[in-house]
């Protein structure tokens, strides 16, 4: 049986590793649909290396785009969204886990659970809902227009597909820049909502604002991190006028979804009274929050 650390600590690793792993899949992803572009483009017509300008071959890209749609849909991508989703399930059972350690919490509400499903929802339906379209879609058909258009050569059509599909050296691939932080940030508010969903459930009071320091860490969490706080602090962060990487929505009640904003992999815990230090405590007779 796991210690409440262990718990916490693979809570808050698999924060990070689980969005690190599903973007390994979509690098691999953009290869495959790549390779999958260049045979359609054996449909257009050419002449000398050279594409030939003509209604014909503006309308094969039409062609070309539809059937590279049906291409995505059965490619690794597809599949590797559909594991990641998977993984929100899992992230649960390990909240759950954390609550029956920490709160002797056994039962938990279809509230909850449709908060989960709802936050796992809007995670592919982002990562392939209609915004793939403008993220992936739109570009190949803009080089492709254009190259018809203009009589482009063929390889350098490739070349320029290449560096939109699979990206370059200082350039990310299109789904792997698209997908980066949707997936950080789509695993990390899942978390946070459905663990808030129970915090709210139980009447939390006191929590504490964990997930380490990395090199990128803004100064909203490193401030915070470690720390302990009554839930009125949290609510007042959520008020604050602005601060770097703040999410756009924020306020006092999604400060616990949102925390420190984009790519924030902090988690906003609740924990029990008895584990708060004592100045946090009085901290909080002091301003208000905990009555006498």
Request: proline share 2%; glycine share 8%; net charge negative.
């Amino acid at each position: 049986m796991p210690t409440l650390a262990e718990i916490i600590k693979e809570k808050h690793d698999r924060l990070d590793a689980v969005p690190t792993a599903f973007n390994k899949r979509v690098i691999d992803s953009q290869k495959e649909i790549f390779a999958e572009l260049l045979e359609l483009l054996d449909k257009l017509d050419k002449s000398n290396g050279e594409i030939i300008i003509s209604a014909k071959n503006l309308e094969i890209i039409d062609d070309i785009l539809e059937k590279l749609q049906g291409v995505v849909n059965q490619s690794e991508y597809v599949s590797a969204v559909r594991d990641f989703a998977k993984e929100f399930d899992q992230q649960g059972k390990i909240t759950q886990e954390y609550f029956e350690k920490a709160f002797d919490r056994t039962e938990f509400t279809k509230l909850q659970e449709a908060v989960l499903k709802a936050k796992k929802r809007e995670a592919v339906e982002l990562l392939v809902g209609g915004n793939l379209d403008g993220a992936l879609y739109s570009p190949i058909r803009k080089i492709l227009t254009n190259s018809v258009s203009s009589g482009s050569s063929l390889k350098d059509t490739i070349a320029g597909l290449r560096l939109v599909i699979e990206g370059g050296d200082s350039r990310l691939g299109t789904l792997d820049r698209y997908t980066k932080q949707i997936a950080y940030d789509a695993m990390a508010t899942a978390d946070r909502a459905y663990t808030n969903a129970i915090a709210d459930e139980i009447g939390a009071e006191w929590y504490k604002y964990v997930g380490g320091i990395i090199r990128d860490t803004r100064e909203f969490c490193e401030s915070r991190n470690g720390n302990y706080y009554h839930r009125k602090e949290v609510e007042e962060w959520g008020l604050l006028k602005e601060w770097d990487g703040k999410a756009k929505g924020t306020n006092d009640k999604t400060i616990f979804i949102l925390a420190g904003g984009y790519n924030c992999q902090h988690s906003i815990l609740p924990v029990l009274m008895s584990s708060v230090p004592p100045d946090v405590i009085e901290r909080n007779k002091a301003n208000g929050n905990l009555k006498e």
